[in-house]
């Protein structure tokens, strides 16, 4: 529980749970914060020896309490999102291809503010190494 000093602001109320088995990894969050509520469901299956890859999952669903209106005029209530990585180790770098996407599209991705850096959907590789 966040409580926020020297505001008017309403409290909001943050709830985590995780569980880990081996490698793979479950989690969900609740969110009840002034004037949204946002839930969320993440799964990191670790590496699948079969496969060769990392695979984690997350989706999320996000409600207003008041409707939102986007540039196109429609009122939006609340809306998902969710992603998909998976990842590889290659020559000492870890290749990552994410596809993330959600229930809004055009217009309607002005009221978006969920956890992906974009609203419709879209893949983006990414490569990272540790230098030390």
């Known amino acids: 529980r966040y409580s926020y000093p020297d505001t008017d602001q309403i409290d909001s109320h943050e709830f ?3 569980l880990r088995m081996l490698n793979s990894r479950v989690g969900a969050a609740f969110s009840n914060d002034v004037g949204s509520r946002d839930s969320t469901v993440f799964v990191d299956l670790g590496a699948i020896e079969q496969l060769g890859v990392g695979v984690r999952m997350q989706y999320a669903n996000h409600q207003f309490d008041i409707p939102q209106a986007s540039t196109d005029g429609s ?7 969710w992603s998909l990585n998976l990842s590889r180790p290659w020559l000492g770098i870890d290749m990552n291809l994410i596809y993330s996407g959600s229930s809004l599209s055009g217009g309607d991705c002005s009221v978006y503010s969920g956890h992906n850096a974009r609203c419709e959907g879209t893949f983006t590789l990414k490569a990272v190494r540790a230098f030390f």
């Open 16 to 18: 985590y749970a995780g």
């Open 75 to 81: 009122l939006i209530s609340g809306f998902n999102d």
